[in-house]
């Protein structure tokens, strides 16, 4: 039987997040693949597939509630671009981005039914 994974942790520069449920999203950081075609003329077609490298980069969604303490740590976060270290666990599963900087001008929505959104990129998750 596989289960999903549903409930990760994050941890942030060593220390947990309590994040809001189902919004974790994440990108590996193997990039895209570009892929053309060549020909040499009557119906020879080749494929070419190149690596983008401007894409392996991973990034990392969640959302965490407007409280005092996540404001501040999302503070913290964003004056310390390129230098988070980001851990996200799930059981046995486990991925490690570094280099990481808190990139979106979050919002900070005020209210008893709001979030505010992160949006981190660093370097391929290993």
């Known amino acids: 039987m596989a289960i999903a994974l549903a409930r990760p942790s994050i941890i942030i520069n060593n220390t947990p997040i309590q994040v809001v449920p189902n919004t974790t999203v994440y990108t590996e950081g193997k990039g895209e693949q570009n892929v053309r075609t060549q020909s040499a003329g009557g119906g020879s077609v ?3 597939v190149s690596e983008n490298v401007e894409t392996n980069i991973s990034k990392v969604n969640f959302s965490i509630m407007p409280t ?3 404001i501040e ?6 004056s310390n671009p390129g230098a988070n270290a ?3 666990v799930s059981g046995e ?5 570094t280099s990481a900087t808190l990139t979106n001008d979050y919002e ?9 959104d992160l949006e981190f990129m660093g370097a391929p998750a290993v």
């Open 108 to 116: 900070v929505n005020l209210g008893s039914d709001t979030t505010i």
């Open 68 to 70: 005092p303490e996540n």
């Open 93 to 97: 599963f486990n991925r490690s981005i």
């Open 73 to 78: 740590a999302a503070r913290g976060w964003k």
């Open 86 to 88: 980001i851990n996200i």
């Open 46 to 48: 080749e494929i070419v």
